[in-house]
């Protein structure tokens, strides 16, 4: 059963930075794509961006520009740099597959962005 443990979240001022890192069991980073979500609280989760096993890589429209989605296939990890974040960043944040082809959540991570 693969296993994902996100790490990385805390609490940050609006315009800071944040690396978020998600550790796969198995090898499903080099062989399978990606994908982290947030749920903020009170709302639904949505996809924040998607790596395929090819490093071809997608984001949602209220990231493009501030987000960076990257793996390390030797670690098995997928990585999410934030810059430029905001206070309605503010989220729980989980990695997975894309929709579809879902494994079993992890805990999250929690993003706090605020002065």
């Known amino acids: 059963q693969v296993q994902l443990a996100e790490s990385g979240g805390g609490l940050v001022q609006p315009g800071g930075s944040l690396r978020l890192a998600c550790a796969a069991s198995?090898?499903?980073?080099?062989?399978?794509?990606m994908a982290w979500y947030r749920q903020a609280p009170g709302k639904q989760r949505e996809l924040v961006a998607s790596?395929?096993?090819?490093?071809?890589?997608n984001y949602a429209d209220f990231v493009k520009g501030r987000f960076t989605i990257s793996k390390d296939d030797a670690k098995n990890t997928v990585y999410l740099q934030m810059n430029s974040l905001k206070p309605e960043d503010t989220a729980v944040y989980y990695c997975?597959?894309?929709?579809?082809?879902?494994?079993?959540w992890g805990q999250g991570t929690l993003v706090t962005v605020s002065s």
């Open positions: 997975n597959a894309p929709p579809g082809h879902l494994y079993t």
């Open positions: 790596i395929t096993s090819g490093t071809t890589t």
């Open positions: 198995g090898t499903i980073v080099k062989i399978f794509n």
